[in-house]
């Protein structure tokens, strides 16, 4: 049996950061099963209490659920089946379902009704309603074999549920998967959400694209896209070996994104050279890059925002052609190259710093932490910092004084 009071604590909840109207009726269509029967309250209570800290509902919120439950039941019913209608916020609340279902005993045979209805409504399938009475069964004993069993098993039959929503149902489930090289073929799309060890490289084709979703990815190699599509999103990267300058090289694409991640190029590379389309970057953190810059951009327009460039041993971010970039909240520490510690800019398109850090930032020549080869307008630095870079007296080159706001 299961430690009721840490269990669902192990895992963040997969809806944690969506938006409050969601985490809403999310937790009300959930909340029928555990508040919707006197004999459901009296055992389920603390448990559905315990989800809604998890889902991070706020307070004022979480009060109107049982209220909702009893007066206004129907309207709020279809306010739920409306919103939870993708296949993969449907696949989380069955899961939460199921949770909840573990715990009764006075209350079982209400809870497992409501567990019917919701697939009924959902229509899933004799696969899917076996996997999910498979997996839930292997999580209530820990039998991890079992579960790989259920798992694979629908798999091969042609599913696919967010390694996410697996690992939060199921918080000791793991599986790993290996690949050598990879080819992503015009209209084929790559999902990485689980644990990968990649021992080549990643060729994107035109109108291929590689997702990389909530997974760790180990990989010796580099990725190469040619006009295809590229998303990192809440993953964390180790590249073991890289037989390119940089881990990431994009040619003709239109936008990439990158997000809430962790990316360590342990010394072997730079992450990223881009030559066209829009690069966004938030929330992540870039460290141990060699051989060249962390980034490269060349292309239209940039936006890294709340970010964390550190150990960058040639330095951070390169800027050329006439690109345009957007740098705020972001953090540069122990960065160093010949011309701009952190940061060069040769672009004659417009570059603006706001909020920043630059940290033992250091330059053989000139501007210890950002060097401006044009002096020209268009290029500012408003309300950065920058803390024992060599030398201080020069840590941004090339700027005019009107448009510089510096904290030595």
């Known amino acids: 049996m299961k430690n009721h009071e840490t269990d669902i604590l192990k895992k963040n909840h997969p809806i944690s950061k969506r938006d409050k109207s969601f985490k809403y009726l999310y937790c009300f269509g959930v909340g029928v099963m555990a508040m919707g029967n006197m004999k459901a309250i009296s055992e389920l209570q603390w448990y559905f209490e315990k989800l809604i800290d998890c889902v991070k509902l706020e307070d004022g919120s979480r009060n109107n659920i049982i209220t909702d439950i009893n007066s206004y039941f129907d309207m709020r019913m279809n306010e739920v089946l409306r919103t939870v209608k993708c296949k993969e916020d449907q696949y989380c609340l069955i899961a939460d379902l199921y949770k909840i279902y573990q715990y009764s005993l006075w209350s079982q045979d209400y809870c497992r ?16 309603r076996q996997f999910f009475e498979s997996f839930s069964d292997a999580s209530h004993h ?11 098993k629908f798999k091969n039959a042609g599913y696919n549920i967010d390694y996410s929503i697996l690992t939060y149902f199921y918080p000791d489930f793991h599986i790993e998967e290996n690949y050598k090289d990879i080819r992503i073929e015009a209209g084929k799309t790559l999902i990485f959400d689980k644990p990968v060890t990649i021992d080549g490289d990643i060729f994107i084709e035109r109108g291929g694209s590689l997702l990389i979703k909530g997974a760790f990815v180990r990989m010796n190699g580099h990725i190469w896209a040619d006009g295809g599509r590229l998303q990192i999103k809440d993953a964390r990267v180790l590249i073991a070996g890289c037989d390119d300058t940089y881990w990431i ?19 072997n590379c730079g992450l990223l050279y881009q030559d066209s389309g829009r690069l966004i970057i938030s929330e992540t953190n870039i460290y141990r890059t060699d051989v060249s810059r962390a980034i490269d951009f060349r292309g239209r327009s940039a936006i890294i925002d709340d970010t964390k460039f550190t150990d960058n041993k040639k330095g951070a971010i390169d800027i050329y052609g006439s690109a345009r970039m957007i740098i705020s909240k972001c953090t540069f520490e122990d960065s160093y190259a010949d011309y701009g510690g952190a940061i060069r800019s040769e672009t004659i398109g417009n570059v603006k710093f706001e909020y920043c850090s630059f940290r033992h930032c250091q330059a053989k020549y000139l501007g210890a932490a950002v060097y401006f080869k044009f002096r020209k307008y268009g290029q500012y630095v408003k309300e950065c910092e920058c803390l024992d870079c060599i030398s201080d007296n020069e840590a941004i080159f090339n700027v005019y004084d009107d448009d510089l706001e510096m904290n030595i």
């Open 113 to 128: 009704a409501i567990l019917d209805n919701y697939m009924d409504i959902f229509r899933f399938s004799d696969e899917e």
């Open 249 to 267: 090289r994009l040619n003709k694409v239109a936008v990439v994104h990158i997000d809430s991640s962790d990316i360590d190029c342990g010394y």
């Open 142 to 152: 820990n039998a991890p074999d079992k579960a790989k069993v259920a798992y694979n």
